[in-house]
Every structure is written in structure tokens, then in C-alpha cells.
């Protein structure tokens, strides 16, 4: 009893063995068919295409991803747009905060128009001093032809200076001689020997010698006083003169002074209104706008969010033109000699391989890129693709920029070594 108990354990043993085996192997062919089984039927040629290179697809705008972001730094206040609006060119898509400069612009704006008012008080000021140095000339001029009158007069005055002069050395000889024959006819003692008549003619012309004299003493003196007026006369002409002159030369510093202060005024006046168009063209800027017509793709932008200046990973709005659509197409560089410029080209979107649409070609990137890879595979990176640029009308397929896309594109086809054909036809 105990040997057969013994036994049927042996056998036992082998027996579970088996079942787990049969059980694994069950398993691991359930798997693999279920991992086998395509979700979706694979993307296939066009029938009848005839020689075509199968390559992978990304759909983008026709303008590209465009990734708008803002000159100035800032927090957003405002948004215009939802993703997938379309906007035109130069619609607003979101508003930074402007009050700081708004009241910079307000400030800009009055020191403009203080500016402006200096600079017409200084204009203005130009016009009565230009009178003045007018004036100032016309009183020089006037002066100066006083001074030729005065000098004029001078050499009058001294001329009638020198005639009464010579008038009164006249007189003052004809005094001494008649003084000098009364004097003889004074001394002689002996009445008899001059009559009466003849002394009495003689002290009357002595007197009457005098009195000329004396008159032309005071000639002399009278033209002696209007000398001294004409040279006075002169002399207030060349006073009158030099203060004209010296009103014409404040006059004209004055002008200089005030032409300075005028051009000084523009000049600040100029420099006041490019600082409010500074501010204005700053505050312009914090309201960013659609660069082109086209379709909002993303919006990373929120009210009340702060939005940095320059280049970002992730940026506040992607936009593009999506009518039409483009593919950009990997095409392998061993298979790029054999596409040319225009070959058709049909695609599906990845897992829709029943719908099919027909690919316009538009041009070929001129630059050799690395391959990405796009499918997540096993698919090969070490080598270089040719982009092929290919547009579509979303009305003949919807989709979305970012999507995959199977691409069959027309090709020429593979060129066999001769040696291959001649053993092929060998063969046959």
C-alpha cells in the first residue's frame, strides 16, 4: 500500500509538469496572435501606382508652426483668441499690463506740450528784439549823420572863430592908433598949436576904436562859445552813436541768445515727442498681434500669467495658415535619386488607411536633415532624409497639424546591376 502510494507520487510529478508546459505554451500563442493582429489595416499602395517609395509624414501649416511671442515682458491682462480661432493678419491675440507706461505716456505727452510752449516763447521773444536791433541801426545812422551835421557846424563856429578873431586884432590896431594919436594930441601943452576940433575928432575916434574893438572881442567870444557848443554838438552825436551801437550790439546778443533758446526749445521739444513715440510704439507692443492670416494651433497663455520676453520651449501662441495643409515628408536618401521634382504622391493618416488623399507637390527642402524617428519603432536613425514638402485640402481629408501620415510617393524604379539581369534572364 505504501509502495503504490509512493508510486502514484512519481507519477504525479511529471504529470503537473506537463500541464504547466501545456498551459505556458497556450498562454504565449494567445499573445502572440493577439500581438500579431493589427489594430487597423496596414497603409498600402496605390494599385496600379506601379514603382512608389513608401515614407512617413507630419502634417504642418502651409506657413509652418509659427511660434508668436512678445518683444516686451509682462503680465497678461487680456486674451483675444481660443485655440482654433482664426484670425487675420494684425488681429490682437492677448494684452500685456500697460499702466506704467500709459502714465509714462501722459508725462511724455505734458512735456511735449511744455516743450512745445518754451519753444514758441522763445520764437516770439525773436521778433521784438529784431525791432529793436532795427531801431537800434536806424538810430546809429541817424546819429552818425548828426555827428556830420555837428562837425559841420564846428568848422562853421570855427571859422567865424577865426574871422572874428582876426576883426578883433583889426580893431585892436586900429585902438592902439587911434589911442596913440589922442595921446599925442593929450600931451601938447600949448593949446594953440591943436585946435580943439582936432582933439575932440581925435578922442572920438579913439573911443569909437575902442567900442569896435570891444564888439569884436565880443565876436570873438560869441564865436569862441559857438565853437565850444558845436564841439559839444560833436560830442553828443559820437555819445548818441556809440549808445546806438551799443544798443545794436545787445540787440543782436540778444537775438543770438534768444535763436539758441528757440533751436534749444525745438531741439527739446523734437527730443519730448520721439520719447512719447518711444512710449506709444512700447505701449503698442503689449498688445501682440497675429503676424499672418491663419489658425490659432495652441494658446499656453492665460490672464493673469506672466509672459516672458524672447525665444521659449513651449510658446505662448503656435500659429499657422492651415488652407491648405502641408506634409512634411522623411524620404530616405537612398530613395531620393529616384523621386523627382513633382512626382505625385498619395497619403492616409496613420491607423486610417481607407482614406486615402491625393498629395500636390510643392518643393524640396535644399538641405539634408538626420532622420527622425517617428513611428517610436525600430526604425533605423544613422542615416539622412530628404524633406519633400506636399500639400492637401483639409475639405478632402480633416485633420490635424501635428498628425502622422503614410506617404506612397511615385518613383523610378530600383536600377539592377547587370550582372543580376543577366542571371535573371538566365534563369528564366
Known amino acids: 500500500m505504501k509502495l503504490s502510494a509512493r508510486l502514484l507520487g512519481r507519477a504525479a510529478l511529471p504529470v503537473i509538469a506537463a500541464c504547466l508546459i501545456g498551459f505556458a505554451l497556450v498562454t504565449m500563442d494567445g499573445r502572440e496572435d493577439a500581438i500579431a493582429a493589427p489594430p487597423a489595416a496596414p497603409a498600402t499602395a496605390p494599385e496600379g501606382a506601379g514603382s512608389v517609395v513608401a515614407a512617413l509624414g507630419v502634417i504642418e501649416p502651409s506657413s509652418e508652426v509659427i511660434a508668436v511671442g512678445t518683444e516686451l515682458p509682462g503680465v497678461v491682462r487680456e486674451v483675444f483668441v481660443t485655440a482654433g ?59 552818425e549823420a548828426g555827428l556830420v551835421t555837428a562837425r559841420g557846424n564846428l568848422q562853421q563856429a570855427q571859422g567865424r572863430l577865426a574871422n572874428a578873431r ?38 572920438f575916434a579913439a573911443e569909437q576904436a575902442r567900442a569896435a574893438f570891444n564888439q569884436a572881442e565880443a565876436a570873438v567870444q560869441e564865436a569862441a562859445g559857438g565853437v565850444r557848443a558845436a564841439e559839444g554838438g560833436v560830442q553828443d552825436a559820437q555819445a548818441r552813436i556809440a549808445q546806438a551801437r551799443a544798443s545794436a550790439t545787445n540787440a543782436t546778443a540778444s537775438i543770438s541768445e534768444a535763436r539758441e533758446q528757440a533751436a534749444a526749445s525745438q ?36 490672464v493673469g500669467e506672466y509672459a516672458p520676453a524672447g525665444p521659449l520651449s513651449d510658446p505662448l501662441v503656435a500659429m499657422g495658415e492651415v488652407d491648405p495643409l502641408h506634409v512634411r515628408v522623411q524620404i530616405d536618401e537612398e530613395d531620393a535619386a529616384r523621386i523627382s521634382a513633382g512626382a505625385s504622391a498619395q497619403g492616409s493618416l496613420r491607423g486610417d488607411a481607407t482614406r486615402k488623399v491625393n498629395l500636390r507637390f510643392v518643393r524640396f527642402e535644399p538641405q539634408a536633415t ?9 526604425e533605423r536613425v544613422d542615416t539622412r532624409v530628404i524633406e519633400a514638402i506636399y500639400a492637401f485640402d483639409p475639405a478632402d481629408l480633416p485633420a490635424f497639424v501635428g498628425q502622422q501620415m503614410d506617404v506612397f510617393v511615385s518613383a523610378r524604379p530600383v536600377a539592377r546591376p547587370a550582372a543580376a539581369a543577366t542571371q535573371t534572364e538566365g534563369a528564366r
Open 267 to 302: 531741439a527739446g521739444a523734437r527730443q519730448a515727442a520721439a520719447q512719447t513715440r518711444v512710449v506709444a510704439t512700447d505701449l503698442d507692443r503689449l498688445v501682440v498681434r497675429a503676424p499672418i492670416g491663419g489658425q490659432v494651433l495652441r494658446l499656453n497663455v492665460r
Open 85 to 143: 480661432e482664426r484670425v487675420a493678419a494684425g488681429d490682437p491675440l492677448f494684452r500685456l499690463d500697460g499702466r506704467a507706461l500709459s502714465a509714462s505716456l501722459e508725462a511724455s505727452s505734458a512735456s511735449v506740450e511744455q516743450a512745445r510752449a518754451n519753444a514758441a516763447a522763445s520764437v516770439a521773444r525773436v521778433a521784438p528784439l529784431q525791432a529793436s536791433a532795427e531801431s537800434a541801426r536806424a538810430g546809429i545812422a541817424l546819429a
Open 166 to 203: 582876426a576883426a578883433a586884432q583889426t580893431a585892436r590896431i586900429a585902438m592902439n592908433d587911434a589911442d596913440s594919436r589922442y595921446s599925442l594930441f593929450s600931451s601938447v601943452s600949448d593949446a594953440r598949436a591943436i585946435s580943439t576940433d582936432e582933439r575932440d575928432r581925435a578922442r
Open 370 to 378: 538626420p532622420k527622425t524617428n517617428l513611428n517610436g519603432g525600430a
